[in-house]
Nanobody, 112 residues
Framework: QVQLVESGGGLVQPGGSLRLACVASGFNLDNYAIGWFRQAPGKEREGVICISRSDDSTSNTESVKGRFTISRDNAKNTGYLQMDTLKPEDTAVYYC?????RGQGTQVNVSL
């Protein structure tokens, strides 16, 4: 059974950091790229950042450039999203996507 489980969300003040994790089970992460998406209330889902399956090259949306970093540990079947210098506009539910499968999301709130 394929399952993705995100964790690491929470409440953080502006300027703070969070590290999200996405653990995959039921398939081998080696064969898939990893993407992180987010959806804020009243807004459409947005692609945030992704990492390739082959050479670990990454791509990100402009709004998170220099602040968010994606990585993967295939041995642990886990993807990570390091978020630094967080801003209130980063508040959203964050989802990971691997091979078209998506987790339940983890809430990130950036507020004083």
């Amino acid at each position: 059974q394929v399952q993705l489980v995100e964790s690491g969300g929470g409440l953080v003040q502006p300027g703070g950091s969070l590290r999200l994790a996405c653990v995959a089970s039921g398939f081998n992460l080696d064969n898939y790229a990893i993407g992180w998406f987010r959806q804020a209330p009243g807004k459409e889902r947005e692609g945030v950042i992704c990492i390739s399956r082959s050479d670990d090259s990454t791509s990100n949306t402009e709004s998170v450039k220099g602040r968010f970093t994606i990585s993967r540990d295939n041995a642990k079947n886990t993807g990570y999203l390091q978020m630094d210098t967080l801003k209130p506009e980063d508040t959203a539910v964050y989802y990971c996507d691997m091979g078209g499968y998506r987790g339940q999301g983890t809430q990130v709130n950036v507020s004083l």
